[in-house]
């Protein structure tokens, strides 16, 4: 098949465009041709990928692009206008040139914004686009209902998102690899910035919590020059030093080495490569393994409220310790496999 892919595919790396380059890597494998659209703020690293610089140049490029695709595939965070737009307008134009269309909504603040979309533009650009696109993909649960009550919940599919672990990669030893494979507990803080609540947890942890010599810190920046933050980290962290991982945030080997043996990720909100809200929010998650693949099957969004950088680093240092046990349904499925059924289907 002929795949148009549009979303963000651009560092710093997270999940959302990690499992964007992971669904690129698996169609590749399976010889599908794939050509990409990368609507982050960001540039992408890989010069075949295509960036859009605006509104005008990214209708131009889509509508060049989607010449003589079987599917048009659209991933969004879906609480951005300017994204929106360019949601309906691939669906659109996917559909003029005879593709299939679909749109994954990845997990956000979509469960939020989603419900407080003006009913004059925002909730009819919504509904255009999951009127037209032949299915519409939520990585979760929350997403998923709220995402439906645009629509008939027959045109929506439950998958998680996935970032995918090639042999090469895990099989690789590289420096992080191997300072990762005597820890039994892992736990990223991915793109910090400064100032910022997360990097107040990050702080909090190192001077007042620190963490068992068997658990690794791995810590990729945002900004650079990362040399004079990372060299703070690790005055702070001075006890810990030989637990603590820098990766660059461009670095995708290393932040995938990172991610297969990590068990909780701690990150900014953002959409299409902007962070948003900094100040006092981030996210964290619980991470799932399954081979080569890897789930986000619970998390937690902290808004600061006063003084509650403590008892964040206690709930973390909880969800390090507590299995992750059976995995639930809708894990158990391969979310890959079911995502190429729907383009042949």
Known sequence: MRILLIGNFAPPYEE????????????????????????SEKPSKDSSFIDSKNYIDFVFKLVRLSLRKDVVHFATKGYLRLGLLKLMTSILIGKILGAKTFITIHSEFF???????????????????????????CSDKDTYDVASMYM???????????????????????????NLQSKKKVIIFANVKYPSFLFEILKEMLENHPLPSDTGVVISLYDRPTSKLQHAIEEIGDSMRDSIIFIEPDDLRSTLLSYSKSDVVLRHMNCDGIVFFEDFAFSIKKMLHAENDIYFPSGLLFIKEGSVA??????????????????????????YKRIKQLYEE
């Open 16 to 39: 959302e465009n990690l499992h964007n380059l992971s669904l690129l890597k698996k169609l590749s494998e399976d010889q599908h041709q794939c050509t990409i659209l990368n609507i």
């Open 111 to 137: 469960s939020v914004a989603g419900q407080m979309r003006s009913p004059v533009g925002g909730r009819q650009t919504l509904f255009t686009a999951f009127t037209l696109a032949n299915k519409i993909i």
């Open 152 to 178: 008939r919940k027959s045109n929506f599919e439950l998958i998680p998102s996935f970032i995918y672990i090639p042999d090469e990669i895990a099989n690789k030893e590289t420096p992080v690899l191997l």
């Open 310 to 335: 403590d008892m964040c680093v206690c709930i973390m240092n909880t969800m390090l310790c507590v299995e992750a046990g059976t995995t639930p349904e809708p894990e158990l499925s391969n979310s």
